[in-house]
DNA sequence: AATGAATGAGCCTTCATTCAT
DNA sequence: GATGAATGAAGGCTCATTCAT
């Protein structure tokens, strides 16, 4: 026996669940709420009535999404927290990897066309739930930078990473849409694999960028020393 | 004295600079042919009087934008043929950099915006127009990898150094739009110093990736001598 | 109380007897939904809601208008079935011309517009739903006919029937309107007397093509009974 | 050497040509200027230049069809003006089947359409030209009818004989066409066997008519006679 | 509480006509 | 005289939202 709470709980359930379908697929304008209460077998004007507007429920489906995406693949890929900083990267970017390229989640696909189509509905949102990911992976790149690093590099490091998962993902997803495979240039066929080449790459990479500054800060003391040791 | 093919020409290329504006801006669907025209000094009919419908002056106008970017920030970035190759990718970073950040040049928006929320109708020109810039890049790395790196690592290297370049660049541009100037953990002050450090992150990076490859192939011949060797 | 589905109804009622008046008067091109809208009270948005197209309230329109017709106007004209067949044929003339001169019947000029000025619309609607009626007449003038009269005669004879019904209506309907009556040579006072007219003036052709038919018949049979009958 | 005046006209030409073909086939308001400049090999202000408007264009189109296919088919079919009024009749009739039915003369289309869907733009030219043709014919047939026949019914007798023509050769035309043969219970084969049909058919009908006002002549004498012959 | 009918603003496109050369 | 560019009015259709039940 279903009380009227929980119809109304199931269908807003749907109604998120469909939304974030379609708004994945379609992107928030090419959406028509008459196709998200479709697929969630709702009436047209139940957009409106649980949610108030098309927009309110854009941004629903998103935090829905997001959270979803978060449970299935926890940001820290597995590993533990006081394993060695190379490892607790490759979990992350692992993780990194799986929610983008999972099917069944659909938050980064919102992200994406938020960001290249903003509708300037999810900006609060990003700061909120985007952020954290995004300092837990600056935090594992600083460890492995060392302290002689500045903010600024540090930043581009993190932002080189990511951007390494996020971008090839995108492209592959496009050109790999409309039902026949692309075997072009883009294409990544393995997502561990990648992951792989990703954490290497950036390993080497973040050891030449701790090497310029290390270098950098000796050759200062060095002459610091110099000025100041030389009577 | 203008002839009316003076005339057609001026106005045509009004609408192509008018669109590039605003469907750089809004994307095609949230783009009206109203104000094209109107930012074009044009009539409304105009558009579909030049260019046939709003499709063709999309394409059209991602055509012309592209040009113009690609004449004003040569992909050689103006480094030479024959300078080494450390420099020649250098100079295509910044290159990409400079045509992704440069606000007079809009065709990388809507190759994002494509990308993000694909009309279909760009398809064609970006296997046409994009392909060999990134064989350029691709065909660079690969002389940085040396002969033992397989084909499917050297594309790895290529979409990360490539991806290093664009999704920053994306996200600094949404976060900064608005007016207000966003100072977090997204914002790339400088070009020049991020370019600086998408080389010499990737070098390293490129360096790490062939010496497993060589090693790989060391290994592979003594093992191969070995057994065909020793009786 | 009036339920949804009876306002439903009652307005999908309204814009189909308003769209079979003005697609009748002006045609399928020149008939604007906004014109149909207003003359049913409803919406413009209406008939897309309701219908779909524009295209598909002009097919749904003349089926409402033409079931409407055949239920005012039965078919036979009140004649029974077992009377004789120059009773019937009037009978099916006298409700063919009731038919199309019945102001409140617009199906007629549907047809008429459509033959004129074909959109590919109706053309299905016709075959199934004019066709009986034609085979109908045709067979109550094959009876008149007799056997001897081949498959193409009685088609001919069918069709120049309906002809005489058909085009004087559409001619004086046509030069009538525009307030002022026009007593020219076209003019039918009366449809009756039409009618009647038509009757006997068809019965006569039909015998004589009949008895051109049996004079052949015979002929043939003294020919060839005269040829095989003497050796 | 051609002067002005000559090209003049000969734009003129090929635009009256260009508009008879696309009136004829699509209809007034579905005919565009651009279609027909296109046609015409002119440009596309050249009918508004040459005519002043679309709707000139076409009562000038329509004269220039009319014209042209009177001199094709002349209204007598070939028939001597002193030859019996059954042979006179013949000839119109076979005349008016070839107009109707011949492909390079659009009048009659263009007539048909203008009567099913009225611009009311062909209203006079019909009554100066059309006329005479119908009188023509009324004339035979009065002739046949003989003089005790009223104006009444021999109007009837004449529109019944012109529309035995029209209306099979319109619904012919409209379901051949689309490049597909119709075999259906519309289809008439063979002109010339129609309009023998036509004209044994209709000539029964006449004599008929004849017949029956001959009858109530003589009925109506005998009473009026007896009424007044009797002291 | 929830539905389905209805709305009206807005968009792309068409096309006869006009304007400047 | 003749052209081709340009115009503006109008039409069909979409869709988020509101209204009445």
């Known amino acids: 026996m279903k009380t009227p709470r929980e119809d109304t709980a199931r269908t807003r359930g749907k109604l998120l669940a469909a939304a974030g379908e379609v708004f994945a697929e379609k992107g928030f304008r090419d959406t028509t709420i008459a196709e998200i209460s479709m697929r ?26 997001f959270a979803k995406s978060l449970q299935a693949h926890p940001p820290d890929g597995g590993v533990a927290a006081d394993a060695p900083p190379e490892q607790r990267l490759m979990g992350q970017i692992m993780a990194l990897l799986r929610r983008i390229s999972d099917k069944d989640n659909r938050a980064f ?15 609060e949102v990003v700061r909120e739930e985007i952020m954290p990911l995004r300092q837990r992976t600056e935090s594992v790149v600083r460890e492995l930078l060392g302290l002689c690093v ?8 993190e932002m080189g990473i990511v951007s390494q998962c996020i971008n090839p993902m995108v492209v592959r997803s496009r050109l790999n849409q409309g039902g026949k495979e692309y075997d072009g240039p883009f294409r990544i066929d393995d997502i561990e694999a990648y992951a792989r080449h990703v954490v290497s ?25 110099g000025k100041g040791g030389r009577p």
Chains 1, 2, 3, 4 share one sequence.
Do not use: D, Q
Not at 109 to 123: D, K, Q, S, V, Y
Not at 212 to 220: Q, Y
């Open 40 to 65: 969630a077998g709702a009436n047209i004007a139940a957009v409106n009535y649980h949610f108030g507007s098309k927009e309110i429920l854009y941004s629903e489906a998103w935090r829905h999404a």
């Open 109 to 123: 696909w919102f992200m994406h066309r938020e960001i290249a189509n903003p509708t300037g509905l999810l900006t």
């Open 150 to 157: 500045n903010k600024r590099e540090a930043r581009f490091c």
């Open 201 to 225: 790459f950036s390993l080497a990479g973040i050891a030449a960028v701790r090497a310029v500054a290390e270098a950098r800060r000796v050759k200062r003391k060095t002459k610091t020393a």
